[in-house]
Nanobody, 127 residues
Framework: QVQLRESGGGSVQTGGSLRVSCVLS????????MGWFRQAPGKEREGVAT???????SYADSVKGRFTISKDSAQNTLYLEMNSLKPEDTAMYYC?????????????????????WGQGTQVTVSS
């Protein structure tokens, strides 16, 4: 399995922006479908945004139009650009990779499609 390391979380006010990053080591991001998930205290982990090997993206309804997922093969990094942040976006954000070689996923926003996870980066949005 590959290793994933997130960074870029922090605290912002409502309406602010953040970009979180996830560096993949041990392989190249071009071989993986990848995604961002989040988990708030007392809640289940939920899929936020995903990108497959053909660069098709999926977003949770709650973040459509505000978040953008992207993948940079030269930097071997996955990004999540978050704009117009709301207090309900407060959570630990996790990067995930699906089993190597999969071109696309049947249900990309489901966590059980992924088998490699980072440790997470905290995003806190204050009102």
């Amino acid at each position: 399995q590959v290793q994933l390391r997130e960074s870029g979380g922090g605290s912002v006010q409502t309406g602010g922006s953040l970009r979180v990053s996830c560096v993949l080591s041990g392989d190249t991001v071009s071989r993986y479908c990848m995604g961002w998930f989040r988990q708030a205290p007392g809640k289940e982990r939920e899929g936020v945004a995903t990108i497959d090997r053909l660069f098709s993206t999926s977003y949770a309804d709650s973040v459509k139009g505000r978040f953008t997922i992207s993948k940079d093969s030269a930097q071997n990094t996955l990004y999540l650009e978050m704009n117009s942040l709301k207090p309900e976006d407060t959570a630990m954000y996790y990067c995930a990779a699906a089993p190597v070689g999969r071109v696309r996923l049947r249900t990309p926003l489901r966590s059980d499609e992924y088998n490699s996870w980072g440790q997470g980066t905290q995003v806190t949005v204050s009102s």
